[in-house]
């Protein structure tokens, strides 16, 4: 019987996440945040009616696949063009200060050491943690709130892609001093041949679809064929060239957002999300929280590991922004949507333990740091955006939904 309890778990997590997110909404917050609340209290730390399995593992891991599918679906290309520039630059320095200021709040509590020493390769990697930006909760909340395709909202998405693949150039820099044997310069050549492949196949695969757009259009075959490319590009990213799967979701989506159908493809994906992957994905968040075994001590840490994290992201990419000309309340947009964390500063933690470079101890301290920025930051960008009008493309396409009636469609 044990091997039907997903059919529970699954139950349980699609209805308490909806309903949260209804209060969520009722409360003027964004909905992922009571998503990630209803995770909290179904799971060990509460209630106890929902554990983490390999199961829930994939399913939200598909999730996240299907959030930056379709974000890369609704990007403008136009303005990622222009804001490719400025996503390094931003990307750069929202890397280097958390990393920074990682390194520092540890030797500040355990204790500084020689550059090169076993003491401060574990400083450096706390430093790594904070790196990493995970931007699937942003996109969720940016599009509930109707801006993600702004030019704010571009530069944010630009931004994190850029610092995923730098934060894994950072970890495996910082694996390679533990461990001789790491080949740093691999992973660099990795990347770009990542790119490479992404243009050569982005430019191929673009024509066919659009050819079957042409031929077939408005057509139930084309989602169905693009969810198939966001499958293959996800894969092929991490499994060939190391690059983090959600990274190669998004690319897919940049490839078919010219589309004429782009939005109808994103639409249908945006059901898959909506009903399952979706939820679980957020209520994993809060399903992975435990606090056994939490001392005092710890407890400082993480509240000063937490407050650091969020603090670096800001200052470092909303202060990048701000110096690219941007207002003071559009900088603090862009440092605030990059402070989240998720699943990649989970992965980083994993590798860390792995390697011995981090303390099974610290990892309630990063779940800490995922629940908070996956809490505060919804609820922030909500209020940067309060009484803003939608970009022009966002108030057409939601004008044309509500006039629009959609036919049936046939494969």
């Not at 909905?31 to 199961?55: M, Y």
């Not at 390094?88 to 090169?116: D, K, N």
């Not at 909340?141 to 109707?146: D, I, R």
């Not at 490839?255 to 994103?266: K, M, Q, V």
Request: glycine fraction near 10%.
């Amino acid at each position: 019987m044990e091997s039907i309890e997903y059919l529970k778990d699954l139950a349980l997590i699609i209805v308490t996440a909806k309903v949260f997110g209804l209060i969520a909404a009722k409360l003027k917050a964004p909905q992922v945040v009571g998503e990630i609340i209803a995770g909290l209290i179904l799971g060990p730390s509460i209630l106890g009616w929902v554990g983490q399995s390999d199961f829930l593992s994939r399913m939200a891991e598909i999730g996240v696949v299907l959030i930056m599918f379709g974000a890369g679906l609704e990007t403008n290309m136009k303005d990622l063009v222009k804001t490719g520039p400025k996503a390094l630059l931003v990307a750069l320095v929202g890397v280097f200060v958390p990393l920074a200021g990682g390194t520092l709040v540890y030797s500040l509590f355990y204790g500084f050491s020689e550059i090169g020493s076993e003491h401060f390769l574990r400083a450096l990697f706390i430093g790594t943690i904070m790196t990493a930006t995970s931007v699937g909760i942003t996109v969720q909340t940016l599009k509930e709130l109707g801006h993600l395709k702004g030019h704010i909202g571009t530069l944010i998405m630009s931004s994190a892609i850029i610092d995923d693949i730098i934060g894994i150039i950072v970890l495996t820099f910082v694996i390679g001093f533990k461990n001789p044997e790491s080949n740093i310069a691999d992973v660099v050549l990795h990347t770009v041949y990542f790119l490479l492949f992404s243009v050569v196949c982005g430019i191929l695969t673009y024509y066919v679809f659009k050819f079957i757009d042409k031929r077939y259009p408005h057509k139930r075959r084309i989602p169905i064929l693009g969810l198939a490319l966001c499958m293959i590009m996800a894969y092929s990213a991490e499994k060939f060239f190391g690059i983090a799967d959600i990274t190669g979701a998004y690319v897919a989506g940049l490839i078919l957002c010219n589309l004429r159908d782009s939005d109808y493809i994103a639409e249908k994906m945006d059901i898959s999300s909506y009903m399952m992957f979706g939820p679980v994905f957020f209520a994993s968040i809060g399903l992975k929280t435990q606090f056994d075994g939490f001392t005092p001590e710890l407890l400082v840490f993480s509240a000063a590991f937490v407050g650091m994290a969020l603090i670096t992201k800001v200052i470092g990419c909303g202060t990048t922004a701000k110096l690219l000309g941007y207002s003071w309340k559009d900088s603090l947009k862009v440092g605030v949507g990059m402070m989240t964390r998720g699943e990649v500063a989970l992965i980083v933690s994993q590798k860390g333990l792995s390697v011995g470079l981090m303390d099974p101890l610290y990892f309630t301290s990063v779940i800490l740091l995922i629940i908070v920025s996956s809490i505060t930051t919804p609820i922030v960008l909500k209020l940067l955006y309060k009484g803003e009008k939608l970009p022009d493309d966002e108030k057409a396409d939601k004008s044309s939904a509500e006039n629009i009636t959609e036919p049936v469609h046939n494969t």
